[in-house]
């Protein structure tokens, strides 16, 4: 009994000597690649911050039309995105005894005139019996008081005339400038006071956009800069405009600064020819591309800056301090190299990019991606992207912004109104970043 443990002892003790080498060496045999990081080159660029606001369209002009005499309203035509043109009436009330009156005033107006013809003529002819001694000097003095007593009686009458034209204006209504009527108030027969508002008309033809600037940017801005506008309608497209005015004074309500911005509209089609019409006050209706109270992205562009700009993923914390992990330039995808911490300064931040004041040349290989756990010397295999600030930040905001040759006429003018190309919202312009100089 005694030698069969022994046999069985010595045997698991030859088996366990045999597969004990065989399977440390399996395990020898599997090594782990190196980690793939994904990095980008360095190099000097030149970017130009942008400040980001919104606002809301505002049209150029914006009036409330009223009459200036009561009055129950015979005439009111227009209608709501009517073109109205300049000078066109746009309501009456009736005039009760205005033109009866009127006609009464012409006609004393021209009483007084005859006597004061008649007056005129009688003191020529005392006057020149008075030159022969035929009259005395009291028939000369009677001749001239009528003449210029006259002469007074004609200036109150004419007076008066001109008194009762302005009230017979006053009981119409006419457009101020060429506009689209926005808002109707009152019907016909309706009875109004002076001052009822009657419409509203808008002038679309250039657009006003005030945005609020904080008190950080506003040292970056001045009058007449030059603005990229992004509708909300149509955001594939951008609008060049200018900085018209800055207010001096901070809205409390904002809590910013308030600037306006002003740009051209564009009308989608051609207006009518109004020379063929025989009615004048046919309705027309301009459909443009900016309506007011429409959603505005604004751009401006603030002084350039030249640097070299890595992103928030390429920077790692530790001990205090920020660092990035630098890789060789014959690392790639299969051949492996150590990536080396280095340690830098940074400067401002632009949208998630930081400047690097100190600590990167130009040319170097920085990890963007896969290096959170990453320990200075560790060797890595490399993955190339070809990134940076513009690419990131202005080509992707821009790159369906239209060149120049897609950008239609801009005139808003009744007359000579160009469209764009169906369907297309207004362009008018490339932006700042790829604006080239003539």
Excluded at 91 to 114: F, M, P, T
Excluded at 246 to 269: H, T, W, Y
Excluded at 412 to 437: H, I, L, V
Aim: charged content about 20%; glycine content about 8%; aromatic content about 6%.
């Amino acid at each position: 009994m005694r030698n069969i443990l022994l046999l069985s002892l010595s045997a698991l003790w030859l088996v366990s000597g045999c597969g004990g080498p065989s399977k440390k060496g399996k395990k020898d045999d599997f090594v782990l690649p190196p980690q793939l990081v994904k990095a980008m080159t360095v190099q000097t660029e030149t970017y130009v911050p942008l400040i980001h606001a919104m606002g809301q369209a505002l049209p150029l002009r914006e009036v409330t039309l009223s009459v200036e005499q009561p009055g129950k309203l015979q005439f009111l035509p227009a209608e709501v995105g009517e073109t109205v043109f300049e000078r066109r009436p746009l309501a009456r009330v009736r005039s009760l005894g205005l033109w009866s009156r009127k006609n009464q005033a012409a006609a004393q107006v021209q009483e007084i005139q005859n006597s004061l013809t008649q007056a005129e003529s009688d003191y020529k002819k005392v006057k020149e019996l008075y030159d022969r001694g035929a009259v005395t000097n009291r028939d000369l003095e009677t001749a001239d008081l009528l003449f210029k007593t006259r002469k007074t009686q004609l200036t109150a009458a004419n007076a008066g005339m001109s008194q009762l034209d302005e009230t017979l204006y006053g009981t119409g209504l006419y457009a101020p400038f060429t506009g689209e009527i926005s808002a109707k108030f009152q019907e016909v027969g309706n009875y109004v006071n002076m001052g009822t508002p009657l419409y509203r008309i808008v002038d679309l033809t250039t657009i006003r956009v005030i945005v609020g600037i904080s008190e950080l940017d506003i040292k970056f801005i001045s009058q007449n800069d030059t603005v990229w506008i992004t509708p909300l309608a149509y955001p594939d497209r951008g609008i060049r405009g200018t900085i018209h005015s800055i207010s001096p004074a901070q809205d409390p309500q904002l809590g910013a600064f308030p600037v306006e911005i002003r740009f051209p509209n564009v009308l989608k089609v051609p207006l009518p020819d109004m020379k063929n019409m025989e009615n004048g006050h046919a309705p027309v209706q301009r459909k443009w591309w900016i309506l007011s109270g429409m959603t505005l992205r604004a751009k401006i562009s603030k002084k350039p800056v030249t640097g070299l700009f890595v992103p928030a993923e390429a920077l790692v914390e530790r001990l205090g301090k920020m660092w990035v992990f630098s890789v060789p330039a014959t690392t790639n995808h299969e051949t492996a190299g150590p990536a080396e911490m280095k340690e830098v300064t940074l400067g401002r931040t632009y949208e998630g990019w930081y400047e690097v004041t100190s600590g990167l040349s130009p040319g170097t290989r920085v990890v963007i991606a896969g290096n959170t756990k990453l320990r200075d010397k560790a060797s890595v295999r490399v993955q190339m992207v070809e990134t940076g600030i513009n690419k990131e930040l202005v080509d992707a905001q821009t790159a369906a912004s239209p060149d120049q040759a897609s950008v239609p006429t801009q005139d808003a003018t009744p007359a000579a109104g160009t469209p764009p190309a169906t369907g297309t919202p207004p362009a008018t312009g490339t932006p700042p970043a790829k604006e080239r100089k003539p």
